[in-house]
């Protein structure tokens, strides 16, 4: 090997950790200290699901307890065993144990995907031979967009194998077979379609000439591949064999609905996906091409998928297992130009040098990952657009996220079996049973009944503060409440994400459900406990009346709605009891979607929410000449100081994106000031 001139390179061969280069340094730093605080603060302010960083987290927490990744979903508690097979998590315990919490995961895998820039900056620079191109090719695995998207998007074992195959392929590329061999297994342990990639890349050295190698490697994936497509029925519970653990129940699951593939807007969200995983690495790539069939035996599936999950997206983690290929392809084809153009006579004219060629497959990578990825890099995440950057639905942590931390360590009891919504049932994760109130495969679930009966506690969201607008709709025209399969994250193809109201229809079960009572509730957030005592339950009723007498209301709020009466009784200790008596007006338009919300005034993360006319008679059952009266209770947090606090309300659309916001971008007519309430030392 003939390096250059530079002293740094000439320590490069003598082994990995021996030298790292400074601006490689540099880059992991940078890269992967961005991307682990950005994960973080996702999870912080409540934006990340329990699909997926929830599910990871309270299996590994279960093996901190001694039991094999278990998990629950719809239909019970699984292991991780009968699903995905990732072996990996049990070397992430010890990690867990110290610091029980899915930001440790989180931090980890950034970083673990920043550490696979050294083992792909010595491959490079062994078949470079120049440090200046070694540090590009590092810089484009820092950047590359689908690498980018998956560490940002929650946990999954794909995310962790793609920095371990690294480690993986340079370790082949330096014939050193006991690193290989382990740096083989940890990638396979992360999960079991990792085998298929393996495979492929047994079926590529056999090609390459280097036999012997590519036997042992295709050997291992096929036996791991076997090994762990007969382990999964055995840890599988009773009765959900054939749906989580099969062949076909797996298959079903990721392609059940193929006749949804020859949809056009799915068409070309594929065909926007395979230019974003592939066109920066075919740039070079192609001089060496059979180095792209081991990434493409993970994404052709991945871009094909259309099931209860459809990973067509380019922020999906599937993607994440291509890209050390894709690099490796990137090297070797600049390698190969490289070679030509040495070979080039000397008085021939080459078009372009070849690390000109890298310059370009950076830029091209540059260009994608700034236009597509949630990075400081993209202009959207500054301007924080919905969904975007320090938006609140995306990394900005607002005050009421502070609140639902300490709401959530006060009132909720640690191991409980609990029953909750997407988005807070991270932040309770480290207990064996924590079930959603929906799922996304809707062809096997149990109902949400069943579910009930099996936790003792339920937490709610009144105020569900998580909506985004998909391109084309308006702010003030999301309708309908959408599925929980709108807002797990990518994969899906909803009419809107998220809503005001998306937990109605649990609040509503837990209100009618005999075995519950609502015990504790702030600024919408509600908590249900199973046979509680009678004095700590917090009633809410409502009925309904014809009008027959036209007495006149004593507020108009100018949309279709009367308050004829509001009465505040004081029944204990800061309990107190509100009678509301509501007149639909002639002029109500049916079928309206809204919610009543009271505030205290020049107070914070207190407002009162209306449950009743909310959740038990909604007003999209209303109907002209109607009289409602609601009776609910409510206890006023004990850090409200001594004094008296006008009481306002006023009518919110539901369907507005920012309804949970409850100020005047969803506001329907006027805010009254109704009462007072007076709080004594």
């Given amino acids: ?312 997206d380019y922020r999906f983690h599937h993607y994440a297992i291509t890209v050390p290929f894709l690099l490796t392809a990137i090297v070797y084809g600049a390698a190969a130009l490289r070679q030509r153009q040495r070979n080039t006579d000397l008085h021939q004219r080459v078009r372009r040098p070849w690390r000109a060629e890298l310059y370009m497959t950076l830029g091209i990578t540059l260009l994608f990952t700034i236009t597509l990825v949630d990075m400081p890099l993209n202009p959207l995440f500054w301007i924080a657009s919905p969904g975007w950057g320090w938006d609140e639905r995306a990394y900005g942590r607002t005050p009421r996220d502070a609140l639902k931390d300490r709401w959530l360590h006060e009132y909720v009891p640690k191991r409980a079996p609990v029953a909750t919504s997407m988005f807070i049932a991270p932040h309770i994760v480290n207990r064996e049973v924590l079930y959603l109130f929906e799922y996304v495969d809707s062809t096997h679930l149990q109902p949400m009944s069943d579910r009930l009966a099996a936790v003792d506690y339920a937490i709610a969201d009144a105020l569900f503060d998580f909506s985004i607008p998909l391109p084309g709709v308006s702010a003030d025209v999301q309708t309908g409440v959408p599925p929980i399969s709108a807002i797990v994250g990518v994969g899906h193809q909803p009419s809107s994400i998220g809503g005001v109201r998306h937990d109605d229809a649990a609040i509503a079960a837990l209100l009618h459900d005999p075995a519950f009572g609502l015990v504790e509730a702030r600024d919408g957030l509600l908590l249900f406990q199973r046979a509680p005592d009678l004095q700590d339950v917090l009633p809410q009723r409502v009925s309904v009346q014809k009008n027959t007498i036209l007495t006149g209301t004593l507020y108009n709020f100018e949309n279709g709605i009367g308050l004829r009466s509001l009465q505040v009784t004081p029944i204990g200790e800061r309990r107190l009891q509100l009678h509301c008596v509501w007149e639909v007006l002639p002029e109500w338009e049916p079928g309206r979607s809204l919610l009543a919300v009271s505030r205290l005034e020049e107070t914070a993360q207190m407002r009162i929410v209306h449950l009743p006319t909310q959740t038990l008679y909604p007003t999209p059952t209303w109907s002209p000449g109607e009289i409602i009266i609601e009776d609910f209770e409510i206890v006023l947090p004990t850090e409200l100081k001594a004094g008296q606090y006008p009481v306002w309300t006023a009518w919110y659309d539901s369907r507005h994106l920012f309804a949970a916001a409850t100020d005047a971008r969803s506001r329907v007519g006027a805010e009254r000031q109704v009462t007072f309430i007076t709080i004594n030392e």
Wanted: overall charge positive.
């Fill in 1 to 312: 090997m003939n390096l250059t001139s530079d002293p740094e390179q000439n320590q490069s061969n003598k082994g990995l950790f021996f030298f790292i280069d400074r601006w490689v340094l540099l880059a992991v730093i940078l890269t992967s200290g961005t991307m682990a605080l950005l994960s973080v603060l996702r999870y912080t302010s409540y934006n990340a699901g329990m699909l997926d960083v929830g599910n990871m987290s309270q299996a590994i927490w279960s093996a901190t307890q001694g039991r094999l990744l278990l998990y629950t979903r719809e239909g019970g508690v699984f292991s991780r065993l009968s699903w995905h097979v990732e072996m990996i998590y049990f070397l992430l315990a010890p990690f867990y144990a110290i610091l029980p919490s899915p930001i440790t995961l989180l931090i980890i895998q950034a970083c673990l995907f920043g550490a696979g820039a050294f083992p792909l900056f010595a491959f490079a620079l062994r078949r470079l031979e120049n440090i200046s191109a070694a540090r590009l090719v590092t810089w484009i695995y820092l950047l590359y967009p689908v690498a980018q998207t998956a560490v940002l998007f929650d946990f999954h074992g794909d995310t962790l194998a793609m920095p371990l195959l690294m480690f993986m392929l340079d370790a082949l590329d330096r014939r050193a077979w006991r690193s290989y061999a382990l740096w083989l297994a940890l990638a396979l342990s992360c999960k079991f379609y990792v085998a298929a990639t393996v495979v492929v890349l047994g079926i590529v050295l056999y090609l390459k000439k280097d036999r012997r190698v590519a036997l042992w490697t295709l050997l291992a994936g096929l036996a791991w591949g076997s090994l762990a497509f007969l382990l999964r029925p055995v840890f599988a519970p009773p009765g959900a064999i054939e749906v989580q653990a099969t062949t076909s129940g797996y298959l079903s699951f990721y392609f059940g609905q193929m006749q949804r593939l020859l949809n056009p807007t799915t068409i070309s969200q594929r065909f926007l996906t395979a230019l974003v995983v592939f066109m920066p690495a075919l740039w070079l790539g192609w001089r060496d091409f059979i180095w792209l069939a081991p990434a493409g035996v993970i994404a052709l599936p991945s871009l094909l998928s259309v099931g209860s999950v459809t990973a067509s």
